[in-house]
């Protein structure tokens, strides 16, 4: 009896030892370009027999993106993008702002490698209060006479949600195209039957990646964290804010986001980004919803690069210009962030921007929404602490993913410095070049630094045993957050 007992655990030991050796050794194949991607999960597979391997499969594999050709648009709207890309990149060339200013290299950088059009003509209105943004925008929508493009990461089912869906319907039934995207685990609680009465009037109301069980072991982690509105194909908004009563400051936690307004050039390359995430969405052609790109009245110079990135491809768009604009600042790197929790080439980039004598500050929330995400936050930034960057807390959930570089260039979007973001979100920033629109964005970010405390050297020393432990712990996590 003892002896069978013992073989018993024995076969179960091995069993165990076996199911694990096999799936380290399929994970080390499938993510052999991520070796900081195998070291956390070949540590949860162990630490978790078995489950660890399941739970892989279910969060850790890529996205099943087929035809992914569909997300490019890889029809005639890429040769008309294409030549109004050069043309008018030929036609800024000979604009005295281009030699005036010292943004060449970072705009040709994202025309070849991003194939990001320049938008030369443009107007922006920049919003730190939400509620202001979302009473423009549904004053904007209500006056569409022609269509109405939605995409959103989140679209809560709450007072403000309700408020617009109401006037999508309005417009629906009015006779406007209503075409609304919305993330199927960002928006989770916002199910069909909250949106059928747009349904029902005409509108079109889709789901990214939807996470049934015919798709859950291979895209629920892997999400659509852009947010963009389009009305008439003449005006835009995009930046930090989702769809939802805490993004007015009204949930449970204290909240500051940053948002945009676009009229002109990048209004075009905007609602392309919609139509390439439709055409994949919807399973859909849509060359001849591509419109003329130069279709405004704005003329004032504000050249502006909408770059996008995702797990589709490789290459990581939005990462590696951030990358090369921190290693080409000369005066400042100022960054706000939800997140921090940087891979090695982007720690690096900061780590040698601020060796190198240039202004290098982050404000992060010193109220978090994701208390273990925090943890890794707090023990990446004292990491830029000990190097002598500046690290401000605002007395909020602050939301802004904005980034200010020297005195001529900016970025706001979608975009998180966080894995994820770099990785594993389908994402979007807005580039902007010129001294008028860097020196708004810096005002911003000082006059939330006159609300923020300082992290600093005293910060980190009077910091408890269990915050330094659970900052390292998730920090051994951060990959998987």
């Known amino acids: 009896m003892f002896t069978l007992e013992i073989d018993i655990y024995w076969l179960i030991f091995l069993g165990i030892f076996f199911i694990n050796f096999i799936s380290i050794i399929v994970l080390i194949f499938k993510e052999q370009h991520k070796p900081y991607s195998i070291t956390v999960w070949t540590i949860v597979i162990l630490l978790l ?5 399941f739970l892989y499969l279910l969060v850790g594999k890529g996205p099943s993106l087929k035809n992914q050709k569909k997300f490019y648009l890889k029809m005639q709207s890429d040769t008309k993008l294409a030549k109004f890309l050069h043309k008018n990149l030929r036609e800024f060339n000979k604009t005295d702002f281009f030699h005036q200013h ?7 950088f994202n025309s070849k490698f991003n194939l990001a059009p320049l938008a030369v003509n443009n107007e922006v209105k920049i919003y730190t209060d939400i509620s202001e943004q979302y009473e423009d ?3 904007d929508i209500l006056n569409a006479k022609k269509n109405i493009n939605i995409l959103y990461f989140v679209y809560r089912k709450d007072v403000i949600g309700s408020k617009l869906l109401e006037i999508l319907v309005q417009k629906a039934k009015e006779g406007v195209s209503v075409k609304l995207i ?10 069909r039957d909250f949106f059928k009465p747009l349904i029902d009037s005409g ?7 939807p996470g049934s069980w015919k798709y859950l072991n291979r895209n629920l982690n892997y999400r659509n964290h852009r947010k963009m509105i389009i009305i008439d194909e003449a005006i835009a908004y995009t930046g930090g804010a989702n769809i939802g009563d805490e993004y ?17 050039d990048a209004v075009s390359f905007i609602n392309l980004r919609f139509l390439q995430d439709y055409a994949y969405v919807a ?20 050249p502006m690069q909408l770059i996008s990135s995702g797990p589709d491809v490789l290459t990581e768009e939005i990462k590696q210009t951030y990358i090369k604009l921190i290693y080409g600042a000369k005066e400042r790197i100022w960054i706000q962030s939800p997140y921090y929790i940087p891979d090695d080439s982007f720690a690096d980039a900061i780590a040698t921007a601020t060796r190198g004598g240039v202004d290098v500050r982050i404000m992060i929330p010193e109220i978090p929404d994701k208390k273990e995400v925090y943890y890794a936050t707090k023990s990446y930034v004292s990491d830029m602490i000990k190097l002598g960057a500046k690290v401000y807390l605002y007395p909020a959930f602050i939301h802004s993913k904005t980034l200010v570089v020297d005195s001529e260039i900016c970025s706001l979007g979608t975009f998180n410095i966080d894995i994820r973001s770099f990785k594993l979100h389908f994402e ?5 070049y010129g001294k008028e629109i860097t020196a708004k964005m810096a005002n911003i970010f000082i006059q939330d630094i006159d609300k923020c405390s300082v992290m600093d050297m005293g910060y980190l020393r009077i910091q408890t045993k269990t915050d330094r432990l659970m900052q390292t712990v998730m920090r051994l996590f951060s990959p998987l957050f």
């Open 49 to 53: 027999p078995v489950f660890g391997f």
């Open 102 to 108: 010292n943004v060449k290299d970072i705009i040709e």
């Open 137 to 139: 925008m549904m004053s």
């Open 182 to 191: 919305v993330d199927d685990i960002g928006s989770l609680w916002a199910n």
């Open 203 to 209: 509108g079109e109301v889709l789901r990214f990646l």
């Open 248 to 264: 007015m400051n009204k949930g449970s936690i204290p909240w500051r986001d940053t948002h945009m307004k676009v009229i002109g």
């Open 283 to 302: 399973n859909k052609d849509v060359t001849s919803d591509v419109v003329d790109f130069t279709k405004h009245k704005i003329t004032k110079i504000l």
């Open 428 to 432: 979007m920033t807005m580039l902007m």
